[in-house]
């Protein structure tokens, strides 16, 4: 089936490092892939998405490539900044868009001043 | 725009009683919501989607009778725990399906928290 797989958090930063945190995924067809980030306090929000192979999406600095020969779809940031500690889950929907999503575990990011 | 909000944020109960949960989109219409559990330090786990107007889809696994989902508007839907226990309590999470041009989009409800003791 189809299964979203994240690197274990949480991942802790000094302020204007670089970020990976990686994700892979496992499906059938063609999935679209979506990087969704969950301030404290508040619901997921769409970070960034890619619909199909070679995109890139991008977004507050963050970018994503979705690699369909290594299954991979891993978020960067050049240089983080304390705002964005923040939980980050990496996600897939089915070639059927249905609507559903299955998310990786998700990733606590923790950057410090 | 495009705002869930989820009421209550948090609730306590006790062992055997029956919890309601609402979903609404503030500022759009969803013919479809879902809902997920979430435990902590995991991710987040479909539970069913939720159809206005028809009745739930449950993922497999999910015990229809026991977490009944009523999607009777456009803007709500309700997830009720029913004769709740300790093994319920979770961080439940709902999403509305919105539309911008070809594309839907989930936004997510910020959750709410229920202890069953």
């Known amino acids: 089936g189809n299964s979203v797989t994240q690197m274990e958090g949480p991942v802790t930063l000094s302020e204007e490092a670089f970020l990976t945190i990686n994700c892979t995924y496992t499906?059938?067809?063609?999935?679209?892939l979506f990087w969704y980030v969950q301030y404290p306090g508040e619901g997921l929000q769409l970070l960034l998405k890619?619909?199909?192979?070679?995109d890139k999406g991008s977004n507050k600095g963050f970018e994503a490539t979705y690699r369909k020969e290594t299954t991979s779809f891993h978020l960067e940031k050049g240089s983080v900044q304390v705002s964005d500690s923040a939980v980050y889950f990496c996600?897939?929907?089915?070639?059927?868009?249905?609507?559903?999503?299955?998310f990786g575990q998700g990733t606590t990011l923790q950057v410090k001043p | 725009g495009a705002v869930v909000s989820q009421h209550p944020s948090w609730v306590i109960c006790k062992s055997g009683t029956s919890v309601k949960i609402e979903c609404r989109s503030l500022?759009?219409?969803?013919?479809?919501m879902f809902w997920y559990r979430q435990f902590p330090k995991q991710s987040l786990m479909l539970m069913a989607t939720?159809?206005?107007?028809?009745?739930?889809?449950?993922e497999q696994g999910v015990e229809k009778d026991k977490f009944l989902i009523n999607h009777a508007s456009l803007t709500l839907s309700t997830l009720t725990v029913t004769s709740a226990h300790p093994e319920d309590s979770s961080f439940y999470i709902c999403?509305?399906?919105?539309?911008?041009?070809?594309?839907?989009?989930?936004?997510f409800g910020p959750g709410t928290r229920l202890t069953v003791l």
């Open positions: 890619a619909t199909k192979a070679d």
């Open positions: 996600a897939l929907s089915a070639t059927s868009n249905t609507g559903k999503l299955i």
């Open positions: 499906a059938t067809g063609y999935p679209s």
């Open positions: 999403s509305a399906l919105g539309g911008r041009g070809s594309y839907n989009e989930q936004f």
């Open positions: 500022d759009f219409q969803a013919t479809t």
């Open positions: 939720s159809n206005e107007g028809s009745k739930a889809t449950y």
